[in-house]
Each structure stands twice: as C-alpha cells, then as structure tokens.
C-alpha cells in the first residue's frame, strides 16, 4: 500500500509549493511509522560531523516537504513559524520578516543571532541589515528537499554571526528521479502561480536538478496593483567519484513582492486590555497603504540626480549565485569539504510608512504651517483618483503623513568560501577549517514625505492649499523632499565592505552509547568603506522648471562630498562543548554550553562609528551565553524532543523607523518542546516554547530593566492533526501565541491570538493530486508590531501597527512524471 502525504504548498502567494511524495516500500513506511519525528535522520547543518538526531548532541529540526505542506504556508517566513524555538513574525510580505530565537531579542528587525542558509553557507553574512534582511533574498519552492534548524549548540562554532541558530535549506540533487509540475490559483484574492522541478541521472555517476516557480499577483491584501511578480531558477549537477563528489550549482531570482510595513490602526480600551480594529474604509486584516494612485515618485536618487521610482518595485531582489561543493576522502580515514559560493545581489526596497496617523485637519495645518512658515487653517484636495481636484471628504475623517522609504539595494553581494579537513582516529573525529566570506553593503536611502487618506482599496494622494491665495503647497501629495517630521534624518549613502576570517577546530569522541564533542572558532571582522548623511538645501529645483514652490525650499540632499570613513578591525573567539548520552535504542539526553557572538555592521553607521572611522570593540562586538539541557524520545507512533535553555545576550543596534539606538543586556530561560505521533489514519505534530526573557541591563534607557522584551510571549505553539485516507488527506494547523508587549516600556498589550489554517489534497489518479487550503480560516486578528508603547485609555487611538493577513483560499493541480 501507498502512504500519500498531502503537498498543498501549492497556495503559496510567492512562498512556495510541495513537492510530491510518496514512500512505496513497506520497510520505509514501517520504519517512519516508528520515527514520527525524524530522530533517526540525518543532521548536515551546523554540526562538526553528520550524525542522526538521535545520537546529536544539539537542539536541531527538520521540516521535510509534507510537513511543510501541512503548514499551509504563504511566506517562506510562515514555513519558519513551524520550528520550536522560533518566533517569526511574518506579516511583512514574502520578505523583511523578523525573526527571533530562544528569546534572543528582535531589537530592531530582521534576525540578527539566526543564520540564513542554502545549502550550507548563509544568503547574507548578517541577517538584519537595514531593508535587506536576508529572508528577501530566499525563496522556497519545489526544489527545497528538507528544511533543518539548529538552535543555540554547535551554531556558535561552526558558522560565523550564528550564535542563535541556522536555518538551512537543502536542494535536492536528482537522487531522486521524477518530477513535478503543479499549478496555484488564489481563490479569494489575485495569486496567480506556477511551479516545476526535476531531477535525475544523467550517467551512473553524474545527476542533476533543476526546478523553480513564476508567480504573478497582487498578493493577499488589496494593493490595486500586481504587487508580486517575479521567478525563480535553480540548477545543480554532481559528478560522483570513488572516494567523493562535486556539485555545480547555480541560482537567479528576481522577484517583486510588496513590503508591509505598519498600517494604520485604532485602539481603543486601555494598555492591559486593548481592541485593535478596523477603521471604516480601512480593514486592517485585507487593506494596505499600498495603492494603484501612489506607484510612483518623482525626486532624486542618491547622486542628487532627478529621477523616477517605481512603487511596484516592492522589494525586489536580484540575485544570481554560483556555488561548488566537493567532499572527498583524501586518504584513509581523512576527508576534505570545500563549499564555495560567489553571489551577485541588488535590487530595491521600497514602501510607503505612516509616520503619523491623525485627523485631517490637523494633519493639514500642520503641514501648511511647515510650507508656509504661518500658523492657520489649510484646505485640503484630492490630488489624484476619482476625485482630483475634489475637496478631501474621506468618510473617517483621517489623514496619514507618509514616509516613503525609498531605498536602492546597489550591492550585496560578495562571496563565501568554507573549507575544512576531517580525521577520523577511532573513536575519535578532528575537524580543522578555514571560513573565508566578504559581505558588500552599498545602499542609498532617499526619503520623502507625502499625504495619504487612510483608505483600503486605493487610497488617493491628497495636496494642501493655501485658503488665501488658493494655491496648492505641495506637489501631487509630496509635502517635502525629505522626512522634516523626523528631522530629516535620512538621506544616506554607504559603501561598506566586510572580510571575516574565522579558523576552527572541532573534535568529537565516542565510546558505546556516549558522544562528546568540543569546538572552538575564532571570528576576526575587517570592515573598510565610505557612509554620507544628509545635507539639507534652501531653494533646490528639484524638478528643474525654473521656479522654486513650496516644496523646494528645504531639500534633503546626500552629502557625498562629506562622507565619513569606515576603518576597524574587530575579533572574538567562540567555543561549545556538548555530550549525548543514548540511554537506549530510542532516547538519549543531552547536555551543551557555548559563548558565541554576532558583529555588528550597516547598524553601527551614524551614530556608533568613530569620526575616524573606527569603532569600539564593545560596540562592534554583542556575545551570547548560553546552556542546553534535552531529552529524545520515541515509543510506538509517539516521538518527543525536548530542550531546557537559558541565554545571556549583549546587544548594540539602531531602529530605522523610531531613530532609537540600544546598548542592552538580556536573559531568557525556557523549554522547547516538539513531539509528533501516527496510528492508522491519523498523525500529529506539534511544538512549543515558554519563554522568560527580560532586559537585565539598559545603559541608555536604564528604567527597562526588568522589563519584558517588546513582542516576546511567554508561550508560542503550533499543532497540525491530519487524517490520511490514502487518497484524501486533510487537516488543520494551529499557530498560536500568549499576550506579549508591543514595546520595551511594557504597558502596550497585543492580545493573545490563534490563527487556523486548513488543508485537503485528492488524488483521483495516479500522479496527480488537487488541492485546496485556506490560511487564517476563520479570519483571525493578530497584532505582531506596533510603533506606539502605549494608548490613552478609553478613547479613539490612532496607532500604526500590522496584523498577520485575512483568510485566503488557493486550489492547486499537481502533475507528478
């Protein structure tokens, strides 16, 4: 009999689709009967030598495709939401997710302590650089064979800025032949998407893969516009040898997929008790900022030239890589791995954010007051849509001042370079490598001011005019060249590159049921480069007609005559030690300690670099302390993997949107826990994570301490029973989590919440499968951000804040040959 698993990734916005599956031999299936949670398979990812769940000495999960089908997943940061352990919150797109680990802080965005990875070496070699957070440049889809997650252990060691963890996607590599074409349509809202892969033997010794997806829509929310548009290629061929292998491979993504940022929102009740809602016009679970009469902006680019930017372009990355891996035994007992890969990365981010939220009015004489210099009544007018020229009678009554993050990714790239010989001596394994990586950041930032009704579906652009002499102050909504409201902090230009060098050993030991092993890494970072900030400018033609209006008189430019320099090297050294015991056949213990370290980079400049361009090593410089205690498990249908943690973390780093700098101290403890169960038809996985964090230390803001880190719950879970009927498989999946604080002051709650995601495959014939499945089935609210700390109790509050997306619904056909 044939076990089916339901792969309806097919639903995916831009995320990804399933591939097939299916196990045909009665050993394999009797054999995962038995290991519900993959505790005989195999670890690759951040370990110094490969060995099974079972006998590891670290806190590692693997998703493999079914169930990361069953996760009903529209983001690949939706995917990461399934791992113990991680808090993802990933309501900003197929993209720009923040991404946190055993209570290590999200102080600002992106995920700092975790690490990024295709196929063994990381997208990026730091995860929250500023509008480049590396899960822009990762796509998943069907040439993903598995996904595995080590938390805290060994990553320390064996990667670079990992101390909290690696997320690995691994390829597969045509060892498997057959492939898949499978068809999406969103049901509910405009996703249009298709996906393929193959692989297979081209000799008895050379095989390949190749696979990808295109995809083409305006995503989950009402943007009025095709917002997600792009396509993905990866290819990889392996020669096998007698004693080892060598892989190709290669990558091109270019994609455009929109960048939520916080929307508006009201609020009333009190701190400990708030109701986020809708506005009218404004639904905050299906309705965006984002709009068909705000797709483009006229301005200036980072040369101070005139230019164009399209909206559309979302975030859009560009991203060409190619790599090598080889693993061969050299000589007896002694075997040499190579992984190298050089990428080529740029692209765009851009994005409207509400810098204020408010009544019209006031909006309006606020800005009229800034273009006139005069305080009074100002009159407002649509400046484009269905009512241009119209007087503003919006039926809420709102305005928003939006900052328009305009920000061209020039380079990321760079290239990495992994090499390292093992020995094995008995029981004995020793391990010497080599990591070689340099990690380009060049961006402009460009940011200008703007005045948008607070509408879904098309919001108009609205301009102020002068009551007097009826001329309009701003220009087709612009009120500024620049963000006067944040004191026109951000006009920026940086070209910055970062060397790592980092030697490491490892050595590992066994005798009967007993492993230990130990590693040690030392990181030096060599950062060289050039950063400007903004020059502001009286009476600047921006649009070159001769005239200088309103909006001209105070231009923020880039001040590339006065950049500043980037000079400094830093160091720091990592090590864990670890030791597993296997009390039988089916459960083992484990104990680790590790001090690992993350540098600091793009967050430093302006503000933290020395006017010499050097840094301080505390600054540069934030390290990790942490001790694992876990227990593996399996019984009959039963698997259970469980982790007591706790975490010292250093922390330095700077927030774009809330110009805020930190220099902070925190500790988290608690308990991962992921177990998986099957009998008969039914199966059952399941994680979850307590959390105690607090900032123990806040040198700037000192009354934090003690506080809880903002957006951190005491407890996040996911639970996902199916029921397998052969032909039909259907389930649900839970994503859930406690109350937490929506800022550090701690008064701000965002309430508890459960979304539910549904599935269904059908295969009425052999090789072809149709699928259904909704994500937020029943239309859940769920706050995972908010700029504001805190509401006036009891009145209408205007706060800018994102909610995970309103129920969407997609079908799928697969064909499998």
């Not at 050089?342 to 009544?359: E, L, Q, T």
């Not at 409201?485 to 060098?501: E, H, L, T």
């Not at 040690?520 to 009476?539: E, I, K, M």
Request: proline share 3%; charged share 20%; hydrophobic share 35%.
């Amino acid at each position: 009999m044939k076990i089916r698993h339901a792969l309806i990734l097919g639903v995916a916005l831009s995320a990804m689709t399933a591939p097939a599956f299916a196990q045909d031999a009665a050993p394999a299936e009797d054999a995962k009967a038995k290991d519900t949670l993959g505790l005989d398979e195999i670890v690759v990812t951040a370990v110094p030598r490969s060995t099974n769940r079972l006998q590891s000495s670290v806190s590692v999960s693997t998703l493999d495709t079914a169930a990361i089908a069953d996760a009903a997943p529209r983001t690949t940061a939706e995917i990461f939401r399934q791992i113990p352990g991680i808090r993802s919150e990933s309501t900003g797109g197929d993209g720009n997710a923040n991404i946190a680990v055993r209570g290590l802080p999200v102080a600002s965005g992106g995920a700092k302590f975790l690490q990024l990875q295709e196929d063994g070496l990381p997208v990026l070699q730091f995860g929250d650089i500023s509008f480049g957070n590396a899960d822009i440049f990762l796509r998943a889809d069907q040439t993903i064979r598995t996904v595995q997650a080590v938390r805290g252990g060994s990553a320390s060691t064996l990667a670079s800025n990992a101390p909290g963890g690696v997320i690995n996607f691994v390829s597969k590599d045509g060892s498997q032949e057959g492939g898949t074409v499978m068809a999406t349509l969103g049901l509910d809202y405009k996703d249009y998407r298709l996906d393929f892969n193959y692989g297979g033997k081209i000799s008895d010794r050379t095989r390949f893969n190749i696979g990808g997806f295109w995809h083409d829509g305006e995503g989950p929310r009402h943007a009025g516009y095709n917002g997600n548009s792009g396509y993905q290629v990866k290819a990889n061929i392996t020669q096998d040898f007698d004693t080892g292998y060598v892989r190709l491979y290669m990558k091109h993504l270019d994609d455009r997929s929109i960048g939520y940022l916080p929307m508006p929102m009201l609020v009333t009740g009190t701190n400990a008790d708030p109701k986020f809602q809708s506005f009218a016009n404004f639904d905050i679970r299906q309705d965006t900022p984002h709009s068909a009469y705000f797709t483009s902006a006229y301005g200036l680019d980072g040369n101070n030239n005139r230019r164009t930017t399209d909206i559309t372009d979302g975030m859009h990355p560009l991203v060409t890589t190619l790599g090598l891996e080889a693993v061969f035994e050299v000589a007896d007992g002694l075997s040499l791995e190579e992984r190298f890969r050089w990428s080529d990365i740029s692209g765009r981010f851009v994005s409207p954010f509400p810098a204020n939220v408010g009544s019209a009015a006031s909006i309006g004489n606020t800005v009229g007051e800034l273009l006139t210099g005069n305080a009074g009544s100002y009159n407002l007018v649509y400046a484009n849509g269905p009512q241009a020229g119209s007087a503003f009678n919006n039926a809420n009554g709102l305005l928003m001042q939006v900052h328009l993050f305009n920000t061209e990714i020039k380079d990321l790239g760079g290239f990495t370079n992994d090499l390292k010989l093992v020995k094995k001596l008995g029981d004995t394994t020793l391990t010497a490598g080599f990591y070689k990586a340099r990690q380009t950041i060049a961006m402009d930032w460009v940011w200008d001011s703007f005045l948008m009704e607070v509408r879904g579906q098309n919001a108009a652009l609205v301009d102020v005019v002068d009551p007097v002499s009826h001329n309009v102050l701003t220009r087709n909504g612009l009120y500024a060249y620049g963000v006067p409201a944040w004191g026109n902090c951000c006009q920026r230009s940086y070209d910055v590159s970062y060397d790592i060098n980092a030697p490491y050993i490892a050595a590992g030991y066994e005798s009967g049921d007993l492993s230990l092993d130990a590693s040690a890494r030392w990181d030096n970072l060599s950062a060289r480069g050039t950063y400007a900030g903004t020059l502001q400018a009286s009476n600047f033609d921006v649009n070159g007609n001769g005239l200088i209006e309103p909006v001209e008189r105070s231009v923020s430019l880039i001040n590339k005559a006065a950049a500043s320099p980037v000079n400094y090297d830093v160091n720091y050294v990592s090590w864990s030690f670890g030791a597993n015991y296997r009390l039988s056949p089916d459960s083992a213990v484990f104990a680790r300690a590790s001090r690992g370290a993350r540098s600091n980079a793009d967050r430093l400049l302006y503000g933290v670099i020395q006017s010499d361009g050097s840094v301080r090593k505390e600054d540069a410089i934030d390290y990790v302390n942490q001790y694992e205690l876990g227990v593996k498990y399996r019984s009959g249908g039963l698997g259970v993997f469980a982790t007591l943690f706790y975490a010292k973390t250093q922390e330095q780093n700077y927030e774009a949107t809330t110009q805020r700098f930190f220099d902070r101290t925190y500790e988290a403890k608690g308990l991962e826990l992921e177990a998986a169960y099957r009998s008969g038809i039914f199966d059952l996985r399941a994680g979850a994570t307590w959390t105690d964090a607090e900032i123990s230390k806040d040198a700037i803001t000192p009354e934090n301490k003690g506080h809880t880190p903002r957006r951190q719950a005491k407890f996040i879970y996911q639970l996902t029973p199916a029921i397998d009927l052969d032909k039909t498989r259907f389930g649900l999946n839970f994503v859930g989590t406690t109350k937490a604080y929506a800022q550090d002051n701690n008064q701000l709650v965002f309430p508890a919440y459960t979304q539910v995601n549904a599935f269904v495959t059908y295969r009425p014939v052999d090789r072809i499968e149709l699928s259904l499945n909704a994500n937020n089935l029943f239309n859940a609210t769920g706050i995972t951000e908010a700029e504001e700390g805190s509401i006036t109790a009891n009145t209408n509050n205007y706060v800018r804040a994102r909610s995970i997306n309103g129920r969407t619904v997609s079908a799928s056909v697969r064909f499998d040959f």
